[in-house]
């Protein structure tokens, strides 16, 4: 058959005019829905200060700068450095890192970010975690900066040296001056005794490098309102946040879902907590009974727990995460319909960390967290929460007063700060 020329013409025609309807329908798609972690990150960068009224330090990389209210300034040439070799586990080394981070900038130091222990081994701390956006807000440099100069002579040691590190044997670095007032060790239930008084060893510290024990850096604690910036400001790793992002579009299928956080503390969270809140000799906080009813609870979250909040919130998706010492839990969550992570990174690779990772950032995206407030990877989740939601839904049944007096050594070191006229304005909650 024949197609006459007017025909061929008019079809032309008609595919033009399908193809320019496709591409406007193309336009007017709405964009890719963020994932909750990633609105907390998207909400952040809306904060930051414009480009017309930033001044960058262009003889360093624009990582290595650090904002100061509107303005960006040079970083510091003092720096800040903590050793997480003998403290804790990730999460407790996490914690460190960023409340480190947290105290340089109040000492106008610039931080120099170590590595993770693990498993009698040191990690990259760029292997989990991206620091980037980090760096927009405070002074943090990797710890083969060229720009950093040091010598053993320009430092000062409290509680621990730098010489067993990375970063240490890189430089070959030795502390050859330890601070006499900061203990080596010492237990949770004198922190508030301790730390007041290194601190202002620090302030008056004129080395260029001082290293801080991991132990000391952990309870370097300014404050809710001054902490919740760093933690939502802590974004995945390229690989382990497309695993977060895939994972729970696959599974939640942009539907709300409730996260929870199991920790059993390896059968000591009952002792634990009797031990801060009860023991007349060894508590660290008065609190009422009922908040001490509330923490025993935590430590035994079972599925009755997710099936009160499912009523309570409306929301059915439910995702847990646990440490596994308690198999039998585990399988009850998942006959519950509560689903754990099993992808990619569910495997022990690096450890295991990859797998913690994508619970971490999964945990922080959900609508709503149950966790138990004295497990250092449940704290993380929930302050990092804090920045975008409320109390409410950031830590579901925790107790927002004690959050606050665990974090605070307004009687410390921040109110040491105020003392010498170093900040201004309310102190910290």
Known sequence: MTVRPPLIIMLGCALCILYMLVETLRVKEPASQLLPFEKVIEEERKREPSPQTTITNTSAPKEHTTVADSTTVQCPDKYLFVNTRTWGRHHNQLQSFLFGIVASKLLNRTFILGHFRHNHGW???????DWTNIQHSYCVKHPTDKSISLQSRDMECFGQDVRDTPFGKHRKLKCKNFNSQTPKHFTRFVFQEVVPKVFKELWASTSKLVVLSGQVAFYLRPGLRLLKPVFAKLQPSADVGGEVSRYVQTVFEGRQFIALHVRAR??????????????????????????VDTLAGQCGITPEVLKRFRTESGIKPAFFASDHQNPSLDQAFVAASAIPYKGRFHTNELGGLKGLAVDYFILRSSSLFIGNTISSVSQDVCYARLSSMPFSRACAGWNEDLIAKSLSVTTGYYKFLFEVGAVKGELPH
Do not use: F, H, R, W
């Open 123 to 129: 990690l990259e701390t760029t292997d989990t975690y």
């Open 266 to 291: 390896e059968g000591q969270c009952q002792e634990e907590i009797t031990a801060d809140y009860t023991t007349p000799s060894t508590k660290m906080y008065n609190v009422t009974k009922e908040i």
